[in-house]
């Protein structure tokens, strides 16, 4: 029999501050299930959807008052969308490994995950203070890196970005601020500078903006992807970027993920702010994506015994979840 043991929120500091064009955050709140089952316990970590109105303390009495089947499958009609779900989910695929002594890699049917390069988020500040931090990010290792936009003076940002690190491949995430631009020619520039992706850049809700457009560059839905259901209405663009706590869990982000590859979008698998337990399933979504951003936990002052590295500019696996994967 598998029981909920408990949800809670845990506090952690970010590094200094996560800044996009909606504000800037210097602590994130994440919501830990525990579930247990035959003397065996799983963990999972979620972290609210702010900007959905969700929080870490909502998501945590969800959990707790959940009284549904502890099923991964059932879990995707018996408990919506967003962190609860996905914390839960997590540990539900961390208990059956260990029942199983199999990593959730094998019973998820996949490659064992290896090393891969992830981006690195250069946050929105000045011209001055990107190209400094996307030189430090470079002196670290990194090779792509994302730069947070805002819808004014982005092409300035992205040249001084580009004079800091000029060999490094660029994303820039617009956070649904290009809404009132001309997305094609903000695009163009961008490419000249040697970006190659823009994410999300109109209102969630207004995906219809994007007709008729012909940008340079792929455009990817990020606010606008949650899950499958969400993929008929996003023919306009090219790719999705698929996170965990959106999806509502590593299930439907798998799912999501073939069902996008089969409609022919790009991938991206994107993290919100979390410590390696939140990061580690994403890390078996991201295998063969076009982009890969799980630089969550590395943006914080901390993480957690046994987290995700970083060795010669590739994240690692860590072994806190799914059995040592």
């Known amino acids: 029999m598998t029981r909920i043991l408990s949800a809670t929120v845990e506090r952690w500091p ?33 972290t609210a959807i702010y900007y959905e109105g969700e929080s870490a303390e909502g998501c945590a009495a969800a959990i707790n008052a959940y009284d549904g089947p502890l099923d991964r499958l059932a879990l995707l009609e018996t408990m919506p969308r967003g962190a609860a779900r996905n914390a839960l989910d ?21 490659s064992e995950p290896a090393p891969f390069p992830t981006a690195f988020t250069i946050s929105l500040h000045d011209p001055e203070r990107m190209e400094a931090d996307a030189r430090a990010a470079v002196a670290r290792g990194f090779s792509l890196l994302k730069c947070k936009l805002t819808g004014e003076d982005d092409r300035a940002r992205i040249a001084a ?12 995430d617009a956070n649904e601020s290009w809404h009132a631009l001309d997305i094609a020619v903000e695009a163009q520039a961008l490419a000249e500078l040697g970006v190659e992706m823009v994410e999300q850049p109109v ?116 072994t806190l979840w799914g059995l040592g994967q």
Request: aromatic share 4%.
């Open 90 to 110: 997590c540990a539900l695929w961390d208990l059956e490994a260990k029942r199983a002594g199999t990593p959730v890699w094998k019973l998820a049917g996949l």
């Open 203 to 318: 209102l969630h809700g207004q995906e219809g903006r994007l007709s008729g457009v012909r940008a340079s560059l792929p455009l990817c839905a990020d606010e606008s992807c949650h899950t499958r259901a969400d993929l008929d209405r996003l023919g306009d663009f090219d790719a999705v970027n698929i996170k965990l706590d959106k999806a509502g869990g590593l299930t439907e982000a798998l799912a999501l993920a073939g069902e996008a590859r089969a409609r022919g979008f790009r991938i991206m698998v994107g993290c919100m702010l979390g410590t390696s337990l939140g990061i580690a399933p994403a890390a078996l979504v991201a295998q063969g994506a076009d982009w890969i951003d799980l630089d969550g936990a590395l943006l914080l002052a901390s993480d957690r015994d046994g987290g995700l590295c970083v060795q010669d500019g590739l994240l690692r696996p860590g």
């Open 161 to 172: 970005v580009r004079m800091g690190a000029p060999t490094a491949r660029l994303i820039v």
């Open 14 to 46: 970010v590094a200094g501050a996560f800044i996009i064009s909606r504000g800037a955050k210097t602590v994130v709140d994440v919501i830990v299930c525990v579930v247990e089952g035959d003397g065996l316990v799983g963990r999972g970590e979620g």
